[in-house]
């Protein structure tokens, strides 16, 4: 049964949300730089996207970036890293096939999912993560670019967990779409894309850790790699 709801979540929803996406694309409400086919091509290894997070539409967008290909290789079906408030609602069932719910604040259901995501990344599959742990405007404590006016979120320390050695990081850049999905907008129809503004995605490039980078210093790396992206 998972696997039927799987394959109908990328058939159906993939195939529609992957024309759309390529319309914003044409039309340049998304312009994407630094995209090259082969930097989503992790071979014989699985593939984690990381991406700073300032709304929700990067998580409606960003699983897009490997469309057709996900239609056609399992392995390139991205499944996000969701916290589990929106995991639960029911205008969110159709996508939960493609996502992994985790419930941030309890360290029982942390584990777990970080058990089933070291799984997953033994099986070679491909895996978007947001390590800022919410949408950036919510966060205390921060870090802020030198080269450019962007700022994230520190990352927790679990985040080693996930980026060990077998797997390529690939990270992505988002701007401009805290003006498609305002983080502060009210109303019922507040979470409605405003797809006429425009959204710009930069794309870094592929890379795995080694032994040059120290344990204790793999969180800062990551958030340097992140905060760079933006200069391709």
């Known amino acids: 049964m998972k696997k ?13 949300g992957g024309i759309v996406f390529w319309v914003l694309r044409l039309t340049k409400r998304i312009e994407v730089f630094g995209y090259k ?8 290894k699985s593939l984690i996207l990381i991406s700073n997070h300032p709304s929700l539409w990067e998580p409606a967008i960003l699983p897009f970036l490997l469309f057709p290909r996900f239609i056609f290789s399992r392995k390139q079906i991205p499944f996000s890293l969701m916290d589990k408030g929106y995991f639960k609602k029911k205008w969110f069932t159709v996508f ?51 080269t450019h006016s962007g700022r994230i979120r520190k990352f927790p320390e ?5 980026v060990g050695k077998g797997s390529v990081i690939l990270t992505i850049w988002v701007e401009g779409s805290d003006e ?52 391709f």
Do not use: H
Not at 4 to 16: A, C, E, N, Q, R
Not at 127 to 134: Q, T
């Open 180 to 231: 498609v999905i305002p983080n502060r907008g009210k109303g019922l129809f507040c979470f409605l894309p405003k797809i006429w503004k425009k959204t710009k995605i930069f794309i870094g490039q592929p890379f795995e850790f080694n032994e040059v980078v120290p344990v204790n210093s793999i969180v800062e790396f990551l958030e340097n790699k992140l905060l760079e992206t933006r200069l």
């Open 158 to 162: 679990g985040i080693r967990r996930l």
């Open 96 to 146: 939960r096939p493609v996502c992994i719910p985790i419930e941030r604040g309890n360290r029982r259901e942390e584990l777990r999912t970080a058990n089933k995501v070291e799984e997953m990344l033994k099986n070679k599959r491909t895996l978007i993560v947001y390590p800022e742990c919410g949408r950036t405007f919510l966060g205390k404590e921060f870090r802020n670019s030198a």
């Open 4 to 16: 039927v709801k799987l394959f109908l979540t990328v058939w159906l929803v993939g195939l529609i």
């Open 37 to 44: 086919k082969d930097k989503f091509i992790s071979k014989d």
